[in-house]
């Protein structure tokens, strides 16, 4: 049994191979330490697991020297079976999450985020403890292949294996270094139906059917002179048709040196006879067979779990693409709808906070190197300063980039960048195209989602916006409304222009930011500076005068705290200025309010330095000024009209009282609308010779402007008629002629018409026509209360009337209430103050002042209800004020 045990316990590995290096606590140190273990394994031949290890290294040194601040001991040990790589650091107090409590999590979250890939990529991993060092594991196994074989695959049943025809032709066509083919084999013959001399000495370029493909973003001309290509395109036959191929290049020279191409091209069907299989272990053929699947391209490339939101995706590509490729810092960049420009979306070992949402125009100059369309590799940047504007005074020299596309459309752009110059070839690009393609659908489906939820959020956001921009006509509520919904919602700040009229100039009518501290010297700034142009174009252009001016001003004021030294510096001096300065230092856009085809005014938004706009907040923004510009011009209109219509309403409303000696006089008038200032009620009191006074009081029917109109004539035709002589009787009858002669623009009207004549004793004399009026009610000393009048024919309906005047004499302490039906009708449901109810309220204002009378009626018309009145409502109150004792 004892000898049956041993021979079953595990074999122990033969070490062959040993390297080791220590890096000291410094950022630097990571990169140094993906060039060692790549080198390593290279060197001993293992090219199958380089990538796996370096990414592993990344994260574990990450760990010890950023995280944990200790040097890290590298060792990359080689066995008969793989390769073992120890990361040791001197920091082992540091807990790792015990094995029974470790479950997938935040793959974007630093901690354990290093041992969650050994999980993912490594064979076996582990931890170890001394009492001076921690030391992290992992083990990466080497293929299982037959001597002398460099890659292998399951053995599979005969249903799943490729399907081709009975013969499969493979065309070989070698092309020199011009382009031009020099050898054509008889299958190319076979397969395109040129002979030989018929393609021999002219261009590939004039047979290939080059369409941007999935596969890889590069033209013809360019993958011929990489050193190594796999893809699909198509060759023009002699009958005209496009014949689909699979192709594989390979770039080699000859004894001379001289450079060519060799290509081998296969009909599309049949594409698996030349296809690079996947790289990684293959799985046991039956177990494959069985489940009908493959090794995933796209989790070999990103690690399982995948991030599910498109922020943590772009950030863990470009990591894996800078670990490939052991750059010093990598970008990502996603391409706006109509494929015109470029949005930074993710990077690192870049200033990302600068970078943010920074955007690049697609076709940036001439040549290949010029668009974002193809692969591009820059050896040294220095030599073409501004070639990649993003790594600009980054330090950076040598880059990368291949674009990310999707069914032939770009969908972005990623890009891998060194400190040191000529670290990249067309090599590194293909490796990167290929890592390009396995993301690129993934991101472009994250994007739409992020995209559709952006756009749901849009919607909801200028559906509220609606709402509130159509609850008000206030010109300055919607001004407010416009920064508040802005801010800070879609900037840092906002400032809104507006424009009276097209020869005046803008004016800056309000400013928010999102720091209340910082609103005063924004708007001290943008008021030193000249308005943005009025331009009638859609969407957001980007203004620079606000940075400009900010940084200028900035500038001057710490130049002359440092020539005042400190301690004469204000208190409010450079620290203001700086302030503001950050607060606009960014991106401003400024989008036109334009309403009824005329540019009504600016909205003015901006960032804190270094940020920029997203494009799909520059979009939301314009939608959102277009609602914002009608609201603005409809308020704008309203306050005109509302101006204009207060204007001739108050033209209508009598001067000031005229003094009347020996007795009081007060008036409460209210009209019944939104914004009127005078209706269908109305009420006068002048002078009409001396010692005599007219008044009077009236209703015209209905409310608003047309019964205003009517309101307008009544009083003037009485001013004048009295003051001509005229009597109460005939004044009255010619006003109700003048009223019919309106036509159908005429209105009746009740009136109360007086004329007053303060007397010597004391006492007043008043003589009074009731044309259908309320009567007006005397109160005595004694609180008695009775009719001052009889009521009589109201005016605009008969064109013969025969009216009378009665005469009352008011004692010392008398009062004459005159009020429109607006008091007498004051209604809750079914009850109403009536003639009996004011009354009433009369008789308890015995001894109150004609002021005190008239306040008393209105409040005891407003309490009635409460709801506000629906009608206009007149009050015209006279006393006789009591002798003063001596």
């Known amino acids: 049994m004892g000898?049956?045990?041993?021979?079953?316990?595990?074999?122990?590995?033969?070490?062959?191979?040993?390297?080791?290096?220590?890096?000291?606590?410094?950022?630097?140190?990571?990169?140094?330490?993906?060039?060692?273990?790549?080198?390593?394994?290279?060197g001993w031949g293992l090219t199958d697991i380089v990538d796996d290890a370096v990414v592993l290294t990344s994260e574990l040194v990450t760990n010890a020297v950023v995280h944990a601040g200790t040097s890290a001991e590298v060792a990359c040990v080689r066995s008969d079976t793989g390769v073992r790589v120890e990361v040791a650091d001197r920091y082992p107090e540091r807990e790792l999450p015990l094995h029974a409590s470790r479950r997938p999590g935040n793959p974007d979250r630093e901690g354990g985020r290093g041992l969650l890939l050994c999980a993912a990529l490594a064979s076996r991993w582990g931890v170890e403890y001394t009492a001076t060092h921690k030391h992290v594991w992992f083990q990466l196994d080497l293929p299982d292949r037959p001597a002398g074989t460099r890659a292998a695959g399951p053995a599979l049943p005969a249903s799943v294996l490729p399907l081709t025809d009975t013969r499969v032709r493979v065309a070989v066509t070698q092309i020199d270094r011009t382009g031009l083919v020099n050898a054509w084999n008889d299958d190319a013959q076979e397969l395109f139906g040129f002979r030989p001399d018929q393609v021999i000495g002219k261009p590939l370029?004039?047979?290939?059917?080059?369409?941007?493909?999935?596969?890889?973003?590069?033209?013809?001309?360019?993958?011929?002179?990489?050193?190594?290509?796999?893809?699909?395109?198509?060759?023009?036959?002699?009958?005209?048709?496009?014949?689909?191929?699979?192709?594989?290049?390979?770039?080699?020279?000859?004894?001379?040196?001289?450079?060519?191409?060799?290509?081998?091209?296969?009909?599309?069907?049949?594409?698996?006879?030349?296809?690079?299989?996947?790289?990684?272990?293959?799985?046991?053929?039956?177990?494959?067979?069985?489940?009908?699947?493959?090794?995933?391209?796209?989790?070999?490339?990103?690690?399982?779990?995948?991030?599910?939101?498109?922020?943590?995706?772009?950030?863990?590509?470009?990591?894996?693409?800078?670990?490939m490729l052991d750059g010093d810092s990598a970008y990502l960049l996603l391409a706006t709808d109509d494929e015109t420009e470029l949005e930074v979306r993710a990077s690192t070992g870049l200033p990302s906070a600068r970078q943010r949402f920074a955007r690049v125009p697609v076709e940036a100059g001439t040549g290949r190197y010029g668009s974002a369309r193809m692969p591009a590799v820059h050896e040294d940047l220095s030599v073409v300063p501004g070639a990649v504007p993003l790594l600009a005074n980054t330090g950076m020299r040598s880059v990368v980039t291949v674009p990310l596309k999707v069914e032939g459309r770009l969908t972005g752009s990623l890009g891998v960048a060194a400190e040191a110059p000529g670290r990249y070839s067309n090599e590194?690009?293909?490796?990167?195209?290929?890592?390009?393609?396995r993301i690129a659908l993934a991101v472009e489906r994250a994007r739409l989602t992020e995209l559709e939820r952006l756009r749901r959020g849009s919607l909801s956001f200028l559906v509220e916006a609606s709402d509130l921009l159509a609850g008000t006509l206030d010109r300055d509520q919607t001004l407010a409304l416009m920064a508040q919904m802005t801010v800070p919602t879609l900037a840092t700040w906002c400032a809104v222009y507006t424009v009276a009229d097209q020869a005046s100039e803008p004016d800056l009518s309000y400013v928010l930011h999102e720091d209340e501290d910082r609103?005063?010297?924004?708007?001290?700034?943008?008021?030193?500076?000249?308005?943005?142009?009025?331009?009638?174009?859609?969407?957001?252009?980007?203004?620079?005068?606000?940075?400009?001016a900010a940084h200028a001003a900035a500038l001057r004021t710490s130049l002359r705290s440092v020539s005042l030294g400190h301690a004469a510096r204000p208190?409010?001096?450079?620290?203001?200025?700086?302030?503001?300065?950050?607060?606009?230092?960014?991106?401003?856009?400024?989008?036109?309010?334009?309403?009824?085809?005329?540019?009504?005014?600016?909205?003015?938004?901006?960032?804190?330095?270094?940020?920029?706009?997203?494009?799909?907040?520059?979009?939301?923004?314009?939608?959102?000024?277009?609602?914002?510009?009608?609201?603005?011009?409809?308020?704008?209109?309203?306050?005109?009209?509302?101006?204009?219509?207060?204007?001739?309403?108050?033209?209508?409303?009598?001067?000031?009282?005229?003094?009347?000696?020996?007795?009081?006089?007060?008036?409460?008038?209210?009209a019944a609308g939104e914004g009127n200032e005078v209706g269908g009620d109305f009420y006068d009191l002048f002078p009409i010779r001396d010692g005599a006074y007219g008044f009077?009081?009236?209703?015209?029917?209905?409310?608003?402007?047309?019964?205003?109109?009517?309101?307008?004539?009544?009083?003037?035709?009485?001013?004048?008629?009295?003051?001509?002589?005229?009597?109460?009787?005939?004044?009255?009858?010619?006003?109700?002629?003048?009223?019919?002669?309106?036509?159908?623009?005429?209105?009746?009207?009740?009136?109360?018409?007086?004329?007053?004549?303060?007397?010597?004793?004391?006492?007043?004399?008043?003589?009074?026509?009731?044309?259908?009026?309320?009567?007006?009610?005397?109160?005595?000393q004694d609180g008695g209360v009775d009719p001052a009048a009889e009521p009589q024919p109201l005016l605009g309906v008969m064109e013969d009337l025969e009216l009378y005047e009665q005469t009352v004499t008011l004692d010392p302490g008398d009062v004459l209430l005159c009020v429109t039906d607006g008091v007498t009708e004051r209604r809750e449901g079914t009850r109403m103050l009536g003639d009996e109810g004011l009354i009433d309220v009369l008789t308890?204002?015995?001894?109150?002042?004609?002021?005190?009378?008239?306040?008393?009626?209105l409040r005891a018309v407003e309490r009635f209800a409460p709801d506000p009145p629906s009608d206009d409502m007149a009050i015209l109150a006279m006393r006789v004020p009591e002798p003063q004792n001596a």
């Open 3 to 42: 000898e049956q045990i041993a021979g079953t316990r595990m074999r122990r590995p033969v070490i062959t191979a040993r390297a080791a290096a220590t890096f000291e606590p410094v950022g630097r140190s990571v990169a140094s330490a993906r060039t060692f273990v790549r080198d390593t394994l290279q």
């Open 205 to 323: 370029t004039d047979l290939a059917a080059w369409p941007h493909t999935p596969g890889t973003g590069t033209g013809i001309a360019e993958a011929l002179r990489l050193s190594r290509w796999e893809g699909s395109y198509g060759i023009r036959g002699a009958d005209g048709r496009v014949v689909p191929v699979y192709a594989s290049h390979l770039r080699i020279r000859d004894a001379e040196g001289e450079p060519s191409t060799v290509c081998l091209l296969v009909r599309d069907q049949e594409r698996a006879v030349l296809q690079s299989p996947a790289r990684g272990p293959a799985a046991d053929g039956a177990e494959a067979a069985d489940r009908g699947t493959t090794a995933d391209a796209f989790e070999m490339f990103i690690g399982s779990p995948a991030p599910d939101d498109l922020d943590g995706l772009l950030q863990r590509t470009v990591e894996r693409a800078r670990d």
């Open 428 to 437: 590194e690009a293909l490796r990167l195209q290929f890592a390009a393609d």
């Open 519 to 548: 609103i005063d010297g924004l708007k001290a700034l943008l008021a030193k500076i000249d308005p943005p142009e009025q331009v009638n174009i859609p969407g957001a252009r980007v203004w620079t005068a606000p940075a400009e």
């Open 571 to 670: 208190s409010s001096g450079p620290g203001a200025s700086l302030a503001t300065a950050s607060a606009v230092g960014g991106e401003t856009v400024v989008l036109p309010l334009v309403a009824r085809n005329r540019v009504i005014g600016m909205l003015t938004l901006g960032k804190p330095t270094d940020e920029h706009f997203r494009q799909e907040i520059l979009e939301l923004a314009e939608d959102l000024s277009r609602r914002a510009a009608l609201a603005l011009d409809n308020a704008r209109l309203y306050s005109e009209r509302t101006a204009i219509s207060q204007s001739l309403q108050r033209s209508l409303l009598p001067p000031e009282l005229p003094h009347v000696p020996g007795v009081e006089v007060e008036v409460i008038y209210r």
């Open 696 to 780: 009077a009081i009236g209703d015209v029917c209905g409310t608003g402007p047309e019964a205003a109109a009517v309101t307008g004539l009544a009083r003037h035709a009485l001013r004048l008629l009295a003051r001509e002589g005229f009597g109460g009787p005939a004044v009255l009858e010619r006003l109700n002629a003048a009223i019919l002669d309106e036509g159908a623009r005429s209105r009746f009207l009740t009136l109360l018409y007086g004329e007053l004549w303060p007397q010597s004793d004391g006492s007043a004399m008043l003589k009074v026509v009731c044309a259908g009026h309320p009567p007006p009610l005397r109160l005595r």
């Open 844 to 857: 308890t204002c015995t001894g109150l002042t004609a002021g005190a009378v008239a306040t008393r009626v």
